[in-house]
């Protein structure tokens, strides 16, 4: 008499409850597999009587225009505005969006040389993607343009931020940096500096060369893009 093998007795996807149908999918084909809304849904875990996880997180995809970066910007407050989202839930997406941010960061700490603007915007990237107000940080770098440590100086609003440039070469001298490349981000987008950013700029290349620190950049910093002094030729 010959044995046979159990069935397998695991339902298909279709019999398993809407709010599970992303997890068995995510089981069966991989992470990849997933649509936004189907792992945003997984973060959800549950919708309510007339809605599933997944046609919640369409409705919140659709707030943020099915842009991801757009999401990121989000607040808990901005997230429990939309119907059917409480703050625990809230919490769980930002949680989620900034332990990717972090992970993003840590590959960033390479001990690259930062020798273009382009590795300089992608150092950058993981500490000044989708802020909301301005920051002005400098990269202190050693001989072999390293970077030692990175440093936010300070922070002001959605369109302006104030620097004083003696905090700004007192870390430099703390850390015996060599160079500095100076960064800030423009939240609304626009690449072109102010007037403000040009005079700043002028300012604190001119102590650079009484303290014999070189600034070799200053990079204005978007989420699509950047502004480079040094390849503009206007340091």
Excluded at 102 to 121: F, G, I, M, Q
Excluded at 199 to 228: C, K, M, P, W
Aim: hydrophobic share 40%.
């Amino acid at each position: 008499m010959h044995s046979q093998p159990y069935p397998d007795k695991r339902p298909g996807i279709l019999q398993w409850a809407e709010e599970d149908r992303p997890r068995e999918k995510l089981l069966l084909n991989g992470r990849n597999s997933l649509t936004d809304a189907e792992l945003l849904a997984i973060l959800i875990g549950t919708g309510s009587r007339n809605e599933t996880a997944v046609d919640l997180a369409k409705r919140i995809l659709k707030e943020a225009s099915h842009d991801l970066n757009r999401l990121a910007r989000m607040s808990v407050k901005d997230l429990c505005r939309i119907k059917g989202i409480g703050e625990a839930k809230a919490i769980t997406i930002l949680a989620a969006i900034e332990l990717s941010r972090r992970r993003n960061e840590s590959e960033s700490t390479l001990e690259v040389p930062l020798n273009s603007s382009k590795a300089t915007y992608a150092y950058m990237r993981p500490a000044l993607l989708d802020l909301p107000v301005e920051q002005f940080w400098i990269i202190l770098l050693n001989q072999s343009l390293r970077p030692i440590r990175k440093i936010k100086i300070c922070e002001g609003g959605i369109s302006h931020v104030v620097v004083d440039v003696r905090v700004l070469f007192k870390e430099a001298l703390s850390e015996l940096a060599t160079s500095i490349v100076l960064v800030h981000n423009h939240p609304s987008g626009k690449l072109t500096p102010s007037q403000e950013d040009i005079s700043l700029t002028r300012r604190v290349v001119s102590a650079g060369e009484l303290l014999q620190i070189r600034v070799l950049d200053h990079l204005i910093f978007t989420n699509n893009g950047y502004y480079s002094f040094s390849d503009e030729g206007a340091l």
